[in-house]
């Protein structure tokens, strides 16, 4: 049996690897919304939002310590109105999708949203990507909405 441990991700241990799982979704997928790989500068000031705000980077580490998903949210608007919305993401490394990290992930990220009162989470979900969806639509409540976009327009 494989143990997985669930992790606060940290910029010394993590960035590297959230990187490489980020970047192989831009340049494979359309799970993110960029068009290029980023950068390791960037990582330096992706953490240090999340601190800033509160924002928790969580991750799932295998037995040697390697992470294989990891997941965060952040503020969805900035207006005041939607200072108890968050938008979050999940990403899974590509050798480790479908084995249920990204249920663990989203529980671990809706327990951390309660916790810190927060209200509403939502996931800006690429029409294409159908493991996310489905993901989603096993978890979140069946009162969610979905609204099907895709870089072609909403479907």
């Keep these: 049996m494989t143990t997985h441990t669930i992790v606060q991700c940290t910029f010394e241990k993590h960035a590297n690897a959230i990187l490489d799982i980020l970047n192989d ?17 960037s990582m330096g000031s992706w953490f240090e939002a999340k601190r800033n705000g509160n924002f928790p980077v969580i991750g799932i580490e295998d037995r040697e310590g390697t992470l294989l998903a990891f997941g965060s949210y952040g503020t969805f608007r900035a207006w ?6 968050i938008e979050h993401s ?59 976009v895709s870089r072609g327009g909403i479907n």
Excluded at 27 to 38: C, I, M
């Design 25 to 41: 979704a831009i340049v494979h997928s359309t799970e993110l919304f960029d068009y290029q790989p980023r950068v390791v500068e």
């Design 80 to 85: 005041p109105a939607y200072k108890y919305t």
């Design 90 to 148: 999940i990403y899974v490394h590509k050798n480790y999708r479908g084995c249920g990290l990204g249920r663990r992930l989203m529980q671990a990220l809706i327990a951390a949203a309660r916790q810190q009162g927060m209200h509403a989470l939502l996931g800006g979900i690429d029409a294409a990507n159908a493991g996310s969806i489905a993901l989603h639509q096993r978890i979140l409540s069946t009162a969610a909405r979905y609204t099907r």
